[in-house]
């Protein structure tokens, strides 16, 4: 019920595409949802996050969509360039959780990945 | 801008040898986290700290693992006796009380 299913595992556009990645998950405490970009050998980098009180949410050329009935989020990267080029990572977390008296502190919980790789 | 440091960026041990991982957190931060990333996988959670003490922990972080935070800037993890799977870039991360947590550029720790 912890898990986060991301789709596809790897992704080939050309530049000025749109690539799009989704993700799924199942246990509905999870209120939060960040994607994360990585570039090889660095760590993540917040690349942008939605709460599940808007649909939506734009920022530049990256855009998350929020289905929070069928439990499912997806980045849409518009106008790819090559710098897009990395590992992208959906996840999920739940703040303000407790576990006991103790705040549970919003772990995240990462899909598997989707390497997305932008052809000039 | 302020950001997460990781020391060292690579750490080569023998199995069973200890290993500490060291972590300085966004100063005026309050919850700390430590990851792991087996090559090629999803990063995963290891454990999260908060006001001194340990607030959640994966089933991975087992009796081997330890967490510290020896002083107001630091936050170590430390692995007792490392085994070769413990192989890994382990990442820590860092949030004040928003939703974002920054991430570490990272340690790959190498057991051979």
């Known amino acids: 019920q912890q898990q986060v299913k991301q789709s596809p595992q790897s992704l080939i556009v050309q530049k000025g595409g749109i690539s799009i990645i989704n993700c799924a998950y199942e246990?509905?405490?999870?209120?939060?949802f960040p994607w994360y970009q990585q570039f090889p050998g660095k760590g993540p980098a917040l690349l942008i996050a939605?709460?599940?009180?808007?649909s939506e949410k734009k920022e530049g050329r990256f855009t998350i969509s929020f289905n929070k009935s069928a439990k499912q989020f997806s980045l849409h990267i518009m106008d790819s360039q090559p710098g897009d080029s990395a590992t992208y990572f959906c996840?999920?977390?739940?703040?303000?959780?407790?576990?006991?008296?103790?705040?549970?502190?919003?772990?995240?919980?990462f899909g598997g990945g989707t390497r997305v790789l932008v052809k000039p | 801008e302020p950001e997460v440091t990781q020391t060292p960026s690579h750490q080569v041990t023998q199995m069973g040898q200890e290993v500490i991982l060291r972590c300085v957190p966004i100063?005026?931060?309050?919850?700390f986290y430590w990851y792991r990333q087996i090559l090629g996988q999803k990063v995963e959670f290891l454990v999260s700290?908060?006001?001194?003490?340990?607030?959640?922990k994966s089933e991975i972080f087992d009796d081997q693992f330890s967490v510290e935070r020896p002083d107001g800037s630091n936050f170590t993890l430390k692995i007792r006796s490392t085994k070769l799977e413990d192989s890994a870039m382990y990442f820590c991360?860092?949030?004040?009380?928003?939703?974002?947590?920054?991430f570490g550029p990272g340690t790959r720790l190498t057991v051979l």
């Open positions: 991360a860092s949030k004040r009380d928003t939703d974002t947590q920054y």
């Open positions: 246990n509905t405490a999870f209120d939060y």
């Open positions: 939605i709460r599940p009180d808007v």
């Open positions: 996840a999920a977390g739940s703040n303000g959780a407790f576990i006991g008296r103790k705040a549970a502190g919003n772990k995240l919980t």
């Open positions: 100063s005026n931060h309050l919850y």
């Open positions: 700290f908060y006001n001194n003490e340990i607030s959640e």
